[in-house]
């Protein structure tokens, strides 16, 4: 398992931005697919976005798809989510995982997980 560790949330107002990132500790932290998930009280983590070993254009749920964007800096060892036009229903706390297996949208297969960062958006 390797170190997560998210940064970046906050409150935000309805139709604003913000970034999060995710250091990980792994010096060989181009070897693992990345993903990010959300969990809003009551409710199980879901998918939010994945990126594969060697980066790419990244996999994305519905509900996020051409708001959100996922990418890797492989010399900082840092996977960002970019998030914008954000909404209310957007809140939720954000998680991000790492898996030595490949891309995924399944929890289960990921490795290891960040503690979560908290994004709050207002109406």
């Known amino acids: 398992q390797v170190q997560l560790v998210e940064s970046g949330g906050g409150l935000v107002q309805a139709g604003g931005s913000l970034r999060l990132s995710c250091a990980v500790s792994?010096?060989?932290?181009?070897?693992?697919?990345m993903g990010w998930f959300r969990q809003a009280p009551g409710k199980e983590r879901a998918f939010v976005a994945a990126i594969g070993r060697s980066g790419g254009r990244g996999s994305y749920s519905d509900s996020v798809k051409g708001r959100f964007t996922i990418s890797k800096d492989v010399a900082k060892n840092t996977v960002y989510l970019q998030m914008n036009s954000l909404k209310p229903e957007d809140t939720a706390v954000y998680y991000c995982?790492?898996?030595?297996?490949?891309?995924?949208?399944?929890?289960?297969?990921?490795?290891?997980w960040g503690q979560g960062t908290q994004v709050t958006v207002s109406s």
């Open positions: 792994d010096r060989t932290f181009s070897a693992y697919a």
């Open positions: 995982a790492a898996s030595s297996w490949a891309l995924s949208i399944a929890p289960a297969n990921y490795d290891s």
